[in-house]
Each structure stands twice: as C-alpha cells, then as structure tokens.
C-alpha cells in the first residue's frame, strides 16, 4: 500500500475546515470500517482500534476550539484530513476525516503522548 505524505494546513485552509465541522453535527459521520479495523490481522474488531470509543469521541470532536493543527493527504475520493486536538500540554488526540465523501466520515482517532509541537516539528520540520 502506497502511502502520500501529509501535507501542513495553511492557517486559512485549518479555519475553513474548523468552519466545516462547526456547522455539522457528529451524529452527521458515518464511521469508517477502518476506525475498527485490527491492525495486525486486518479483521473488523468491536472495539475501535486506538481505543477511543464513540462517546469520548464525540466529546473530543465538539471541542474545536482545541484544534492546533492539520494536514491533508490524497485519498481515494478527496482529500484525507488529519486534524489534532490538543488535550493538554504533552497530550493531543489526532482524528482522521473524510470530509469529501458523502456523507462525511471519520476514520481513526488517536491520542498521542508527547507535546504536539515537538510531535510535529520532529516529523515535518516546521514549527507551530
């Protein structure tokens, strides 16, 4: 599987994607398989695959005054949009959209354990 690279939101296209989700309800996502899916064997689990349930999930969505930063990368139809929401000083939850398909969906939610700017300046080399 050929993977692109992700790509740093402008801080124009963050608002504009801040703007989008603002105006949609969470109950409006569909839930991608791939939130479930295992990663090891590929088959579909129960329990989400990073261990971040609907629930926790809802409450990190609707607090979007809470998302730092953003990239995008190709997907299939659209674009794939990684959107981080920090939670505290050495903790952010990365949730991955599909905002270009209809009906929009989210495909992964991860909580990472170490500071967002130092998660992304290591990785993309630039700074927040």
């Known amino acids: 599987m050929e993977y692109e690279e992700n790509i740093p939101l402008t801080k124009e296209d963050l608002e504009k994607i801040k703007r989008i989700l603002k105006g949609k309800k969470f109950e409006e996502f569909e839930i991608h398989p791939h939130f479930y899916r295992n990663k090891f064997t590929g088959m579909l689990n129960k329990t989400p695959r990073h261990n971040i349930d609907l629930e926790e999930l809802k409450k990190i969505y609707e607090k979007r005054d809470t998302i730092k930063k953003g990239f ?26 599909l905002l270009d398909e209809n009906p929009p969906k989210i495909f992964q939610a991860m909580r990472i354990y170490r500071k967002l700017e130092k998660a992304v300046s290591k990785r993309y080399g630039i700074s927040i």
């Not at 990368?73 to 959209?97: A, D, M, P, Q, W």
Request: proline share 0%; net charge positive.
């Open 72 to 97: 995008k990368r190709k997907g299939k139809k659209g674009n794939k949009y990684t959107l981080c929401y920090e939670e505290s000083t050495n903790i952010f939850v990365k949730i991955g959209y």
